[in-house]
């Protein structure tokens, strides 16, 4: 694992997956990171079905959305609104570097946790937060997924769907939290660096809003100096250079190509697919040619391609120095030694000991890879957090008949 960050101590108070995300990859770079989960049950994501996947199917006994937004963290359940818990807290507080969290501006009022009170625990803290809509305007206390402040209102499903689409483009499980998860993490890296340069915490906000207009900019931008809802798409399976296109396989597998310098590649690439003769097609080269006759050319390159299954195609287009992949499934990438090579899986294990995988961070230092671990059992470190912070048995007995912590 990296030790970029080794020393830093994250106190994450946040669910789902978004803000998680962050705390993962800071782990990932060293960071310890104590999560904090309340006493009626832990982070709701222990109980999050996707697709229709039971717990009970799966050959592991672990949740993997869970293991996605909090596989190394320690977890300490406690109710940071009782005397004892606002206590805890604010020692954890003390001893950190980065308070980390997705609880909206009115509910950390109302908890106590302004910046003013944060700063009173520990003035060098940094404040990390992640939303829906951003910290100020008229929603900042609204509540937001992915799928609705990323995919909805940033614009995304709108710059996605094809035209003509019956249904609006419809995202996978944690599509943009993972991507604001990333950007939030860089931002408090920015922030320790900072700090360490000039010993000044920052506020380090982003969300989900934010972080989807940025994955479609150049729609939206396009949207201003055009006049126009989004840069004009293309119908499914057109594109205006026939070689940056998708095309099937006799097996009903697709080839992704990105040629973006035609001619560069043009000749190459049809001796390869056993069609030397386009080569000097007048209707297909130079690249003016080939755009211009498009459609053509996209209907001899489908009928090409149906040919021959993908494994063929792998194999007589491994030499091809224009840019291409095929489309992988979720199953195939686990298998794809490049992916080994660089490390970008990780393995642990449940109780039982039964491996499995999970994705590391994706950015690495020094071609380390981090060290694979699980999500913590709900509150399963409370006991040995409270004892790093000073306090005995005795204390932590009546904190738990509090109710204060589990």
């Not at 697709?51 to 993997?64: A, E, I, M, Y």
């Not at 302004?114 to 900042?140: K, W």
């Not at 590391?360 to 981090?370: E, H, M, V």
């Amino acid at each position: 694992m990296s030790s970029l960050l080794s020393g830093v101590t994250v106190v994450e108070l946040a669910s789902w997956t978004y803000v998680p995300s962050a705390g993962v990859i800071l782990r990932d770079w060293g960071a310890e990171v104590i999560k904090i989960e309340d006493t009626r049950g832990g982070d709701p994501c222990r109980q999050l079905t996707v697709g229709g996947l039971q717990p009970q199917d799966s050959r592991v006994k672990v949740n993997f959305m869970m293991e996605i937004g909090n596989r190394g963290k320690r977890s300490i359940g406690m109710d940071i609104k009782t005397p004892d818990g606002k206590a805890i807290f604010a020692k954890l507080i003390a001893g950190a570097d980065v308070f980390l969290t997705n609880w909206l501006p009115g509910p950390l009022e109302r908890a106590g946790l302004t910046v003013d009170a944060l700063r009173a625990m520990n003035p060098n803290i940094i404040i990390a937060r992640g939303s829906g809509q951003g910290s100020q305007g008229p929603d900042r206390d609204k509540g937001g997924f992915d799928a609705s402040g990323y995919t909805a209102r940033a614009g995304v499903a709108y710059a996605l769907t094809p035209d003509g689409s019956e249904f609006p483009f419809a995202q996978g499980p944690a599509f943009g939290d993972l991507q604001g998860g990333s950007t939030l993490a860089g931002g408090i890296a920015a922030a320790l660096f900072h700090r360490e340069r000039t010993g000044e915490p920052d506020i380090v906000d982003g969300s989900l809003l934010a972080q989807g207009m940025w994955a479609v900019a150049p729609d939206i931008v396009a949207a201003d100096h055009y006049g126009i809802d989004r840069i004009p798409a293309y119908a499914p399976g057109d594109a205006p250079n026939p070689v940056v296109n998708r095309y099937k396989t006799r097996d009903d597998r697709w080839l992704q190509l990105v040629f973006l310098q035609a001619d560069r590649y043009w000749a190459g690439f049809c001796d390869r697919i056993g069609r030397p003769e386009l080569a000097t097609d007048e209707r297909f080269t130079p690249i003016a040619n080939l755009v211009a006759n498009k459609d053509i050319a996209t209907a001899e390159l489908r009928a090409i391609f149906a040919e021959r299954d993908l494994a063929e195609w792998s194999k007589l287009l491994a030499d091809e120095p224009g840019v291409w992949a095929s489309l992988a499934t979720p199953r195939e990438v686990l298998d794809d030694p490049q992916v080994a090579a660089n490390g970008y899986l990780l393995t642990a294990a449940d109780d039982d000991g039964i491996a499995f995988q999970t994705v590391s961070a994706p950015i690495r230092f020094n071609n380390t890879a981090p060290e694979g671990a699980r999500a913590p059992e709900y509150g399963e470190h409370t006991e040995s957090i409270l004892l790093e912070l000073g306090m005995d048995w005795d204390e932590i007995i009546a904190a738990k008949e509090s109710g204060a912590i589990i």
